[in-house]
């Protein structure tokens, strides 16, 4: 069955998205195809198409924050049905017997995950493209099931932002009587606000700025701290089990850890690249503190995280658009003017 499919794509380096007509692989005995309905706009979508990363391929349909309907199961498909509302993000597929897959952490696939837009699919090389588009083919064992009465538009960044901040929050064990702080309020920050409140943790936001106490408060913060006023900071020192930072672009690391309390953490979750010269061993080595690296979750983690936001009713702060508004978001969205979360509406592609 051929599955043709209109969306959105890049077509070279820093272009502007244009419409793009493609084809879908044929869907095989373990596949699920979706219709997708909405599909959230990450801040990794600018850095793929521009290339910022190297590596990219054209044309590009990015978009790895997808919720839509299932319209067809495989013959070997048991865990959903048509008619379903399900997810999917940024991962589609993994070798599946590796030791990190094995462990349900797909994402840290030794043979490396299929990512869900500029990749290769394992099996048959074809190109894989993402959410900006009307539907989708996928391995049933990467896709999740919304919970019912979820909010769908809302549900879409749970698919990135939410699991990025959702698996370090639950590896490093934070529930009550943690003291967690975030770093930036922004897609990724503000899930991870909304999802240590609801663990039980006491939570801080770290803003380098006034005027967003406000927000800060209605998202889950008990406390503001201006990272930029030594006094605020000094306040702070040695307090914090478990720093989350969100910050997308090199940035000092070192007034950070200093809040750290012993065998505190801090951990990366929005940076990739050089940190020199911004830490310091020093007070890694007088406090036991670390500094570490996280990404995404594995799909069992995906599914635990929308189970939990289901029953406490978090959903994503979103700004719904239509695919034709998609340039004007991207650059709204460098410029922090979004919040938070960007979602294409993806019926506007039949406008």
């Known amino acids: 069955?051929?599955?043709?499919?209109?969306?959105?794509?890049?077509?070279?380096?820093?272009?502007?998205?244009?419409?793009?007509?493609?084809?879908?692989?044929?869907?095989?005995?373990?596949?699920?195809?979706?219709?997708?309905?909405?599909?959230?706009?990450?801040?990794?979508?600018?850095?793929n198409a521009w290339n910022d990363w190297g590596g990219a391929t054209?044309?590009?349909?990015?978009?790895?924050?997808?919720?839509?309907?299932?319209?067809?199961?495989?013959?070997?498909?048991?865990?959903?049905?048509?008619?379903?509302?399900?997810?999917?993000?940024?991962?589609?597929?993994?070798?599946?017997?590796?030791?990190?897959?094995?462990?349900?952490?797909?994402?840290?696939?030794?043979e490396g995950n299929t990512l869900t837009y500029n990749d290769i699919d394992r099996h048959d090389q074809m190109p894989t493209y993402g959410g900006y588009s009307e539907s989708i083919v996928v391995s049933d064992k990467f896709v999740v099931k919304v919970p019912a009465g979820m909010d769908l538009k809302g549900a879409a960044p749970l698919l990135c932002a939410g699991i990025t901040t959702w698996s370090p929050l639950r590896h490093w064990k934070v529930g009550k009587g943690s003291k967690v702080a975030v770093v930036g309020l922004g897609g990724l920050g503000h899930m991870a606000l909304k999802l240590a409140k609801a663990l039980g943790a006491e939570v801080t936001l770290f803003s380098r700025t006034p005027g967003k106490e406000q927000d800060a408060r209605r998202l889950g913060a008990q406390h503001i701290v201006i990272s930029t006023d030594e006094q605020q900071m000094a306040a702070v020192s040695n307090q914090f089990d478990l720093i989350i930072d969100t910050v997308p672009y090199v940035h000092d690391?070192?007034?950070?850890?200093?809040?750290?309390?012993?065998?505190?953490?801090?951990?990366?979750?929005?940076?990739?690249?050089?940190?020199?010269?911004?830490?310091?061993?020093?007070?890694?080595?007088?406090?036991?503190?670390?500094?570490?690296?996280?990404?995404?979750?594995?799909?069992?983690?995906?599914?635990?995280?929308?189970?939990?936001?289901?029953?406490?009713?978090?959903?994503?702060?979103?700004?719904?658009?239509s695919m034709?508004?998609?340039?004007?978001?991207?650059?709204r969205m460098l410029k922090s003017d979004v919040k938070y979360r960007f979602v294409i509406d993806i019926a506007s592609l039949q406008a």
């Open 1 to 47: 069955m051929t599955i043709n499919v209109r969306g959105y794509a890049a077509l070279a380096v820093k272009e502007d998205l244009v419409p793009h007509n493609f084809v879908r692989r044929d869907p095989r005995a373990n596949d699920v195809v979706i219709d997708i309905l909405y599909s959230g706009v990450c801040h990794s979508d600018i850095h």
């Open 58 to 110: 054209y044309p590009m349909v990015p978009g790895h924050e997808i919720i839509g309907r299932v319209t067809h199961v495989g013959a070997d498909v048991s865990a959903f049905k048509v008619g379903d509302h399900v997810g999917v993000g940024c991962m589609v597929d993994s070798c599946q017997h590796c030791a990190p897959c094995l462990q349900g952490l797909e994402q840290y696939c030794a």
């Open 253 to 321: 690391l070192k007034p950070y850890v200093t809040t750290l309390a012993l065998n505190g953490t801090l951990v990366l979750v929005g940076y990739l690249g050089e940190l020199d010269p911004f830490l310091n061993s020093a007070p890694l080595v007088l406090g036991r503190k670390s500094v570490a690296g996280s990404v995404i979750g594995g799909i069992a983690e995906t599914q635990e995280m929308l189970d939990f936001c289901g029953a406490h009713g978090i959903t994503a702060d979103v700004e719904v658009i």
């Open 324 to 331: 034709q508004e998609i340039n004007h978001a991207w650059q």
